[in-house]
């Protein structure tokens, strides 16, 4: 009996190990009343055979006591804040939208892209692996990857726990969109009230609003807007001279953009600001005569006041509108810490991206004949503007940790 035992305390530990849940307080617990009632026992001389049933009550109320505090604990580590997961943007966050639309220039869906992929697929997405939405969603428990809106066939558990409506190429500027044919971000709206429809059709209506108030929504654009039309090609500078005044148009766009969502139910908000611009291995080739390929501090400066606005503007959205969370996700001082301590982060190479040169090629300049580096997480980028997975995941740590405070608060 006493080996039976045990086998079956030792049963419930691996499971307890396995799921990562301590289960030495209900064990300290529940033995420490055992021993007062072995001692009560024995001062007050109960026979035996009561004495054993005793111990056999005490011990199956430990199993369960025990089982029971595993299963809690467990439920409580894959407890699931968000039902589902919203995805609105660009690159960095487009799931494989673009593979779609016949005209779109920006497209990833070859090699050596999603190389890392568990299938070492091409999917569309701007990187050798996972992208922020597929590590957030894994991380509260709603999905291993985001399907793009656009994918034929999509399910209707797809549906119900979120899709990305992101195009690479997109920016806030409509402007931005023309030059990339991507689907700009003031048109993704309009694709999530497509979204919303079908939701209703599976869930009803009452279950997919309680769906979409509840769902954790993503929103990173803004770099192509500055790339495209400031920076390296200035189409916008005629209409403003100054950075200040087409970053207040952004933002505007952007304000608008936030609005927009909260009419269709999103309160549960996420909004990332501009990386680094001037870090970007491609904007640094852009600077003729950079040959010791150094960051080009007046871009990332004008990231820096571009972010700082968008903090106090994103407050006094969130103070205007009733019931919505609003959180910035700070893209700028991870990146420019990896920069400046690579070592910290496992990286050997920060200034190129491990395709090609490294310098200049993405999307179909990125292909199947590019050479690639040996490892891919020893490089900050994969391609010259996209990230590689490894800082995907330093990243989404970061913002998995923001989100749950802000959750808590």
């Known amino acids: 009996?006493?080996?039976?035992?045990?086998?079956?305390?030792?049963?419930?530990?691996?499971?307890?190990?396995?799921?990562?849940?301590?289960?030495?307080?209900?064990?300290?617990?529940?033995?420490?009343?055992?021993?007062?009632?072995?001692?009560?026992?024995?001062?007050?001389?109960?026979?035996?055979?009561?004495?054993?049933?005793?111990?056999?009550?005490?011990?199956?109320?430990?199993?369960?006591?025990?089982?029971?505090?595993?299963?809690?604990?467990?439920?409580?580590?894959?407890?699931?804040?968000?039902?589902?997961?919203?995805?609105?943007?660009?690159?960095?966050?487009?799931?494989?939208?673009?593979?779609?639309?016949?005209?779109?220039?920006?497209?990833?869906?070859?090699?050596?892209?999603?190389?890392?992929?568990?299938d070492h697929k091409a999917t569309g997405r701007f990187s050798n692996g996972k992208l922020i939405p597929d590590i957030l969603a894994a991380k509260f428990n709603i999905k291993q990857f985001v399907p793009p809106f656009l994918q034929p066939n999509l399910?209707?558990?797809?549906?119900?726990?979120?899709?990305?409506?992101?195009?690479?190429?997109?920016g806030y500027d409509d402007k931005t969109s023309l030059s990339t044919q991507a689907i700009r971000v003031s048109y993704q709206p309009t694709m999530f009230r497509s979204y919303i429809a079908r939701l209703k059709s599976i869930v009803g209506d009452k279950k997919a609003i309680e769906i979409i108030n509840n769902a954790l929504v993503v929103v990173s654009a803004g770099t192509n807007d500055f790339i495209l039309n400031f920076y390296t090609i200035p189409t916008r500078r005629l209409e403003y001279p100054f950075i200040s005044g087409y970053q207040e148009f952004i933002l505007k766009r952007l304000d608008n953009f936030l609005r927009e969502l909260y009419s269709l139910g999103c309160r549960n908000i996420v909004v990332a600001g501009l990386p680094p611009i001037g870090c970007l291995p491609i904007q640094m080739t852009a600077k003729f005569r950079n040959i010791r390929r150094f960051c080009l501090e007046q871009e990332?400066?004008?990231?820096?006041?571009?972010n700082q606005i968008l903090q106090k503007q994103l407050a006094q959205t969130e103070a205007?509108?009733?019931?919505?969370?609003?959180?910035?996700?700070?893209?700028?001082?991870?990146i420019k810490d990896m920069m400046q301590k690579p070592s910290k982060y496992g990286f050997k190479e920060?200034?190129?991206?491990?395709?090609?040169?490294?310098?200049?090629?993405?999307?179909?300049?990125?292909?199947?004949?590019?050479?690639?580096c040996r490892n891919h997480s020893e490089f900050l980028f994969f391609d010259s503007i996209h990230p590689s997975e490894a800082t995907y995941?330093?990243?989404?740590?970061?913002?998995?940790?923001?989100?749950?405070?802000?959750?808590a608060a």
Not at 300 to 306: A, E, L
Not at 393 to 406: A, E, S
Request: charged content about 20%; overall charge positive; aromatic content about 10%.
């Open 320 to 334: 205007s509108l009733t019931g919505i969370k609003i959180l910035y996700a700070n893209i700028y001082d991870p």
């Open 393 to 407: 995941n330093y990243v989404g740590d970061l913002l998995d940790k923001d989100i749950r405070n802000w959750i």
């Open 350 to 372: 920060t200034k190129r991206g491990c395709c090609g040169t490294g310098s200049l090629e993405t999307s179909f300049m990125c292909n199947a004949l590019s050479p690639t």
């Open 300 to 306: 990332n400066k004008d990231s820096v006041t571009y």
């Open 155 to 170: 399910s209707d558990q797809e549906i119900v726990t979120g899709v990305c409506f992101a195009s690479a190429g997109a």
């Open 1 to 118: 009996k006493q080996k039976q035992k045990l086998t079956q305390y030792s049963g419930i530990q691996q499971r307890c190990n396995k799921q990562k849940v301590d289960f030495q307080i209900p064990y300290k617990f529940i033995t420490k009343h055992i021993s007062k009632l072995t001692k009560t026992q024995e001062t007050t001389n109960i026979k035996k055979k009561t004495m054993s049933t005793s111990k056999t009550i005490t011990y199956t109320l430990f199993i369960a006591t025990l089982v029971a505090s595993c299963n809690a604990a467990a439920n409580n580590t894959t407890q699931q804040h968000f039902p589902a997961i919203l995805i609105f943007g660009d690159s960095t966050v487009d799931t494989g939208n673009n593979n779609y639309p016949l005209n779109t220039i920006f497209r990833a869906t070859h090699l050596p892209y999603g190389i890392d992929l568990p």
